[in-house]
């Protein structure tokens, strides 16, 4: 049997998995390039923006009149791309998943403009939807054309597994996102053979985003002390607070989605979105602004210059931030913003209670709004660990995990499960 021979309906075999492998890993080194292409693409336009200009006519970029200007015409150019380039961006951000099918090839270049534009302008989402889509519909393409006995599904798990990778720098993070993505589907045989060119791609999407120089998915976070009986206490205090705060987010979410759509116009939503994230950018200062990851980075390492009051605020306008980025049309994800969120919680709750340790604090911090934005918890705990850079912590947070599960488990997806009509958007869509 080929790499061509229809895998639907049985669980691969070793020949089928050894013929596949060699396709699993271009696609991961394929995915990685689209990923790194997207990020150098979207920091070239942000330096331009948040740099350069601001440097050649000599003001300050981080005024509250830039800020407010910059995002307010981030809102116009994502609405122009959703109006009138072809494929209006693909579906509403809101709407989508990790794993989603994939979409009209034509749809790509749009979505990718509107992605770039979202992440250099500053807005408060992450590449992991946008990217996810993009090289799910470019490994889809190529394989319909060059294998196309292999299913369609199998060429979307490959190309999230590759991107997943790419973007946690490891290929763990995939394993555990397909581990509870087949968790509620009948799997026959093994599930590492059904996990096994998942991984292979996952493996090659990583690698390769290391040789092409991307940072680590880690921070600096004093190391945790090792266990001891009051950290379960008071790390689920921090777990189960932060999970309450991320489900008051989920409440509002879609009443301000519904608010944002009113305007039915598919260039006035972001623009609306825009003017708000301008503002909520001015109240929470430039540490609030993009997808989170460098901007936790930077929190994490000056922790000790920021009072529990200044914490509280990051955190909010973050929240609230994220919520507004992703009711508003714009194109992007809700995992990073919500690791920068979750980190400020986090120190917020060290603060609060300082018998808990730093890295404890934080990685139960990033673990309940994880949780919530996500509702996996594998891709919590991942998460966590990795944000405080210590698998001591991993033990501890097995069990700190289970009580703001028992919150998560019967509550909504951090998404807007029916889409609302676009009816103003052009014919065809």
Known sequence: MTAGDDLSGATPTPRQLLALSVPALLVGALTAVVLWLLDVVSESLGDLIWKAVPGSLGFDPDASWWILLVLTSTGVAVGLVTWLVPGHAGPDSATTDLLEPPLRPWVVPGLA????????????????????????????????????????????WLAAAGTIGALFGTPVAAALVFTSAMAGTPVRGHLWDRLFLPLAAAGAGSITMHLLGAPSFGFEVPAYPGPAALDLLTGSLIAVGTTVVGLAALAVFPWVHRAFHALRHPLLIPVAGGLVLGLLGVLGGPLTLFKGLEETGELLENSDEYAAGQLVVLALVKLVALVVAASSGFRGGRIFPAVFVGAALGLLGHALIPAAPLALAVACGVLGMVLVVGRDGWVALFVAVAVAGDVTLLAVLCVIILPAWLLVSRAPEFRIVEPEPFPSAAPGR
């Open 113 to 156: 403009l509107a992605a770039v534009i979202g992440l250099a302008g500053g807005v408060s989402l992450g590449p992991e939807n946008p990217i996810i889509a993009i090289n799910a519909t470019l490994v889809a393409f190529l394989f319909a054309r060059l294998l196309p006995k292999v299913p369609v599904q199998l060429a979307v």
